[in-house]
């Protein structure tokens, strides 16, 4: 069964980083474009970071410039989301997800997810 599984959350302080990755399995994902989401407590599920098949093309979303950095590896089948100056506003369940084709923002695009991983910045 195609399954999607987060991994490296955790409890940082402010400014620290922190490293997700999200490991694919049950399928081949050649072809996958993939991508980070988050959600906070009472707020929308939003758009992080995405990367294309090959990774010649990723997106973040503006708040994260400079801060959060996405990458790929398909002889793991795994995509990692680099986590630099963590905010507490950055705090969320992250979500990885998976659709076939190009990198889209709006999460419903996407026909995989992963089940989450919580990600905590205390001040």
């Known amino acids: 069964q195609v399954q999607l599984v987060e991994s490296g959350g955790g409890l940082v302080q402010a400014g620290g980083s922190l490293r997700l990755s999200c490991a694919g399995s049950?399928?081949?994902?050649?072809?996958?474009?993939m991508g980070w989401f988050r959600q906070a407590p009472g707020k929308e599920r939003e758009f992080v970071a995405g990367?294309?098949?090959?990774?010649?093309?990723?997106y973040d979303a503006g708040s994260m410039k400079g801060r959060f950095t996405i990458s790929r590896d398909n002889a793991k089948n795994t995509i990692y989301l680099q986590m630099n100056n963590l905010k507490p506003e950055d705090t969320a369940v992250y979500y990885c997800?998976?659709?076939?084709?190009?990198?889209?923002?709006?999460?419903?695009?996407?026909?995989?997810w992963g089940q989450g991983i919580q990600v905590t910045v205390s001040s």
């Open positions: 997800a998976a659709r076939l084709g190009a990198v889209q923002i709006p999460g419903h695009l996407y026909g995989y």
């Open positions: 990367i294309s098949w090959t990774g010649g093309i990723t």
């Open positions: 049950g399928r081949t994902f050649s072809g996958y474009a």
